[in-house]
């Protein structure tokens, strides 16, 4: 049994991680959030230890440390974007391995400083890229793999998740901390492409606000026209109404069906790492420099056939 901590107990997506804990048969020690809204602890890890400053949340860690059999082995970390590098230093620094939520980092020099971290604490770092493990996914690739190596196909990827008016106000919604639509959540789409169809081979901008963003991506075995949303208005016509997200990803013209198979992909990442089978930094730094391109570069106009279909909407 492992003896784990929380960081960022709070957060939409710290449940699926105590619950990942939990199912792989570990244990939660102790959390820490900045928001004492945890009552979820009492049905998963009603003996866990939880602190609303980091300080002492790090003291209770550093004290285990020094107690036979009691010192953490990982420590999991769900805090907002801007915290990961910080967050993940502490936790290999106090002699944990790491499990982080995406985006790992926004940037390819983060990366460096943390596998500098890695060294010099002997620890590792785990990121969580869960649709590696969503099985179409994983059909898919197994397709793309046996096809004709010059050949790349056709994809169109639409991804729309509706917010209210909560985000904007929250730190999802200042690019300071969440470093904007595209990389908070779109980042594991871009990992997954990537898991599917190569290198990455162009990657180009057609437009971008704070609400959604749009672009184009060429792999070694796929040309990717791309739409992310957060606003509602977005939603096809046949979803408004019924549901708030909508998932698309076609492939020469076919759907992919992936829709359903995510509420335990956290529980079967959390297995993989703990069998030595995760995602590390190297894992993870395509799709960090993926996002770090889309948010630097000036949209440009959409070449023929490059541009996804929701593009002309947004240019009315």
């Known amino acids: 049994m492992k003896r784990f901590a929380l960081i960022g ?3 939409y997506i710290a449940p699926r991680h105590m619950r990942a804990i939990k199912d792989t048969g570990n244990d939660l ?7 004492d809204s945890v009552g979820i602890i009492d049905s ?7 602190f609303t400053e980091f300080e002492r949340f790090y003291d209770h860690a550093w004290a285990l440390k020094r107690q036979p059999g009691q010192a953490l082995d990982i420590v999991s970390v769900c805090s907002p974007n ?15 391995d790491v499990i982080c939520e995406k985006p790992l980092v926004p940037s390819p020099y983060m990366l460096d400083d943390l596998e500098l971290t890695e060294r010099e604490t002997d620890r590792r770092l785990w990121n969580i890229l869960q649709l590696r493990h969503h099985q179409a996914i994983i059909d898919l690739k197994d397709r793309v793999q046996v096809g004709a190596a010059a050949h790349k196909h056709e994809v169109e990827l639409t991804y729309i998740t509706s917010r209210g008016k909560w985000y904007m106000e929250s730190w999802k919604g200042d690019p300071r901390k969440s470093f904007g639509v595209a990389t908070n959540i779109g980042v594991h789409f871009y990992d997954m492409l990537h898991f599917i169809f190569g290198k990455l081979q162009r990657n180009v901008v057609h437009y ?5 963003a749009a672009g184009y991506l060429e792999y070694e075995k796929a040309r990717v026209r791309w739409f992310l949303s957060i606003d509602a208005n977005d939603l096809p016509d046949a979803v408004k109404g019924k549901k708030p997200t909508y998932r698309s990803i076609t ?10 198979g995510f509420t335990d992909l956290h529980t079967v990442s959390y297995q993989a790492i703990l069998d030595g089978k995760g995602s590390g930094i190297e ?27 929701y593009i002309t909407r947004l240019l009315r």
């Open 9 to 11: 107990a709070a957060g």
């Open 29 to 35: 020690v102790s959390a820490y959030d900045i928001n």
């Open 44 to 50: 998963l890890s009603p003996q866990s230890e939880f």
């Open 82 to 96: 801007y915290l990961h590098h910080p967050h993940i230093n502490a936790g290999l620094r106090l002699g944990c």
């Open 208 to 212: 971008s606000c704070e609400h959604k």
């Open 251 to 260: 492939v020469d013209g076919q759907e992919v069906e992936f829709s359903e």
């Open 283 to 309: 894992d993870a730094r395509h799709c960090v420099e993926t996002v770090d391109v889309i948010r630097s570069v000036q949209p440009v106009t959409a070449r023929d056939g490059e541009g996804h279909p």
